[in-house]
């Protein structure tokens, strides 16, 4: 598969989850879109909807019950859930927020991008690429917008 076919968006902020989710289904309506506002109802969600696995996670860190750091640790604690790419997407660029996501398991920290422009390119470039090729994709891709990505 070289689309991702579905997205989880963990995210307790309403404008960012709407603002998402209309740019995303300007990019492609095809891609599946669901969202919750906490860790906890993420993992609750993905452990009792097995089957119907999102392609890649986009999970923010500061979130009440449950924050993006504990539900990444959860999630690649998880045999049946390991596998699924998580992408931090939040406003932090906190070194240390970027240093302990990245070892315990996302595949790349993204800043939220400043606008509907750049949200946009974002998008794109992660729904139209391979996920085994995004680290590559989503590192050229820092150059043409303005958030602060690592992979």
């Known amino acids: 598969m070289t689309q991702p076919r579905s997205f989880l968006l963990v995210d307790d902020d309403i404008d960012d989850i709407i603002i998402f989710q209309e740019t995303l289904k300007k990019v492609d309506d095809k891609i599946g879109f669901f969202y919750v506002n906490n860790g906890k109802d993420a993992f609750d969600l993905l452990i009792e909807n097995n089957p119907n696995l999102p392609s890649l996670i986009f999970l923010d860190i500061n979130m009440p019950r449950m924050d993006g750091k504990e539900c990444l640790k959860l999630l690649k604690q998880d045999s049946r859930l390991k596998h699924i790419p998580v992408l931090m997407y939040t406003t932090s660029s906190q070194s240390a927020d970027i240093e302990d996501t990245m070892m315990h398991g996302a595949l790349a920290f993204i800043t ?28 050229s891709l820092e150059k043409e917008i303005s958030c602060f990505i690592v992979c």
């Open 112 to 139: 939220k991008p400043w606008g509907v422009n750049e949200l946009k390119k974002l998008l794109s470039a992660i729904a139209h690429s391979p996920i085994s090729k995004l680290p590559q994709t989503l590192q």
